[in-house]
């Protein structure tokens, strides 16, 4: 024989459930807020790493120096546009401009001005790495030689 309800309780049952389900949506959209925030403006080498380290789809390391400097070393599936060659290849990353790019340099001088130019041009997650490859370097994370950025098998 099934139970009846005193529609009281029913009613504080519904109450506790609606306040359950606010704190979940908002412990969700504060999650999220957070994350948003730490990708807007700078990214630090540590978060760089762990993203890196996930899944190399996940962000896309444009590195800004010159092809010299990108040859002699450069993190992990970084793809090398020279500051100077980019406004020109902007439509070269049109397909993947939604996708969060993380611009890197030597120490975050050239760095800045590819963040302000890929902004301007509608890129919508695009964050700067100031201590650069030179802050790669010194805290001994290894910098590799060959060329496999991920962007080359999104963009072509």
């Known amino acids: 024989m099934a139970r009846t309800i005193d529609p009281k309780q029913r009613m504080i049952h519904r109450l506790l459930y609606a306040a359950i389900a606010i704190v979940l949506v908002a412990g969700i959209v504060g999650m999220l807020a957070q994350q948003t925030q730490s990708l807007d403006g700078s990214i630090s080498l540590e978060q760089l790493e762990k993203n890196l380290g996930q899944d190399p789809y996940h962000f896309i390391v444009l590195d800004v120096r010159t092809p010299d400097e990108y040859s002699e070393g450069h993190i992990p599936f ?8 980019l406004p020109r290849r902007l439509m070269e990353f049109h397909e993947v401009r939604d996708r969060q790019f993380a611009v890197v340099c030597e120490s975050g001088g050239r760095s800045k001005n590819a963040v302000t130019l890929l902004k301007h041009n509608g890129f919508k997650s695009v964050v700067d790495v100031p201590d650069g490859t030179a802050g790669w370097r010194q805290s001994g994370r290894e910098l590799v030689t060959s060329d496999k950025s991920p962007l080359r098998d999104l963009t072509q």
């Open 78 to 85: 970084a793809m090398n546009v020279p500051v100077d060659q």
